[in-house]
């Protein structure tokens, strides 16, 4: 093969590009990240200048502005209260370390949390909340930012949501509501193994993280959820088959459904060992979708497939 | 500046090197999530030095020199991991081709390119794939620009072994 082919060769990879959806989602992530980290608090903060490609972890900085916020928390909860919806919907977007962080984790999940009225609503909201926990930690560690200090705040609170909404979850499934207790356990695995992943790969790709806690307290929980919810699964099976009393036999193949894949590459050994004897034995057709969906996951989690 | 100016030179410098520092760390790191993840994270770190007042007298090899070293820095992590697991992955591409003929033949280039040394690659990259003039090339490798000739020539005649097997 002479010069002239190998160069048509290489042109080729001129085609690749990013695809329209990573370009535009980038975009927004992109444009999202410089208006959290404008200009004019580049000038108020002074020192935050970094040589290229340095890594962008500084627990000091962080860690002062933390202190500077924490003090201040009481006055910024004024503020938002006096301004109202436009600084308590900025802070929706906020990460720990933010300046209106303490308004989005203090006043506003709390102002949700005071409409949760029931406890499969207060359930569902704590893990949606623990889902936020570890969206941040996601997003700081893609900036190298998930320093110990910011870890173990985001481990405080993400412990705390991860206890109310298994603790709610429960009373829920005893009052009688199995179907949010299954989906919130469903949703909660989903959140907590795909962030295994997600972290541990950030923790070993971008300097500046020290997640190795987070991590583990992460795992334990998806590990925990998912004997909850064989557990729970099980029991379902097992009362359905007592009232259904042998009289439907159609077989449901649980593995083939695609729904809830937790796609997380994640799938630590004990994971898997622990859960092989589960046997998920639908041998029975479940109309109501959440069961369904409940029993997919707890299959798909469970045998680590 | 203020903001929305520098929002402006942000967004317009995503768009007209985006794509090419994709490429770059697609090829560096073979994967494409991780390559979007890098892609982001030089633009981020690109942002912060607009922010910071750093004049930009060469945005291009400002934004390369930080994919460069992020990639340096994820080598040496990999270190310790199997470096089989890389090739044995294969490659995701990000976007499929206009069909599947020039897909694949997108895929067996970059299997091809890939499997080269990481300095063979790079400086085929951006002279061929990029467009990159010798002398630029050498300011961002800070070598001369005799070295990037030679390194260009060799790198050009083990690819052209590769092809012929």
């Given at each position: 093969m002479n010069e002239k082919n190998t160069n048509e060769y290489l042109e080729k990879l001129k085609g690749i590009k990013l695809s329209d959806s990573s370009r535009t989602r980038m975009k927004e992530t992109l444009l999202t990240y410089a208006r959290f980290h404008t200009v004019e608090d580049a000038v108020r903060v002074g020192e935050d200048s970094r040589s290229i490609g340095e890594a962008s972890g500084d627990a000091s900085f962080i860690s002062q502005l933390f202190t500077l916020r924490l003090q201040h928390m009481a006055i910024a909860l004024l503020i938002a209260l006096m301004i109202g919806g436009g600084t308590t919907y900025a802070a929706e977007g906020a990460l720990p370390g933010d300046f209106l962080y303490p308004v989005k984790v203090e006043f506003n999940e709390n102002v949700e949390s005071a409409f949760a009225f029931t406890n499969s609503s207060e359930a569902k909201l704590q893990a949606d909340l623990a889902k936020e926990r570890l969206m941040e930690a996601e997003q700081l560690a893609t900036k190298g930012e998930l320093s110990a200090e910011v870890s173990s705040d985001i481990r405080a609170r993400l412990s705390e949501h991860y206890t109310e909404a298994t603790d709610l979850s429960n009373k829920a499934e005893i009052e009688g509501d199995v179907e949010t207790a299954a989906a919130v356990r469903a949703s909660l695995l989903t959140t907590l193994r795909a962030s295994v992943g997600v972290l541990t790969n950030l923790d070993a790709t971008v300097d500046g993280n020290e997640s190795t806690s987070l991590v583990n307290d992460v795992r334990t929980y998806a590990d925990a959820t998912a004997d909850a919810q064989a557990t729970a699964t099980a029991k379902i099976n097992t009362d359905f088959k007592i009232k259904a009393g042998g009289l439907l036999d159609a077989s449901v193949d649980v593995n083939s459904d695609g729904e809830n894949d937790t796609s997380t590459d994640e799938r630590t050994s004990s994971t898997s060992d622990t859960r092989n004897d589960v046997q998920i034995d639908a041998d029975a057709t479940i109309d109501t979708g959440v069961i369904d969906a409940s029993t997919s996951v707890g299959a798909k989690g469970s045998l680590g497939l | 500046m203020n903001q929305e100016a520098l929002e402006k030179i942000f967004l317009q410098s995503f768009d007209a090197y985006g794509d090419a520092i994709f490429r770059f760390c697609l090829v560096k790191v073979s994967n494409r999530e991780l390559a979007e993840d890098f892609t982001q994270e030089v633009f981020m770190r690109y942002w912060q030095a607009l922010r910071d007042g750093k004049v930009m007298t060469n945005t291009r090899s400002f934004l390369y020199t930080i994919a460069n070293n992020l990639a340096k820095d994820w080598y040496k992590k990999r270190k310790?991991?199997?470096?089989d697991a890389r090739m044995d992955g294969g490659f995701e591409l990000a976007d499929p081709g206009p069909s599947p003929h020039i897909d694949a033949e997108y895929r067996e280039a970059l299997l091809k390119i890939t499997d080269m040394d990481d300095e063979d690659r790079e400086i085929l990259m951006l002279r061929h794939v990029e467009g990159w003039e010798p002398k630029d090339i050498a300011e961002m490798l800070n070598v001369s620009a005799n070295v990037v000739s030679v390194r260009l020539n060799r790198a050009m005649s083990r690819l052209q072994e590769k092809l012929q097997i």
């Open positions: - | 310790s991991e199997s470096l």
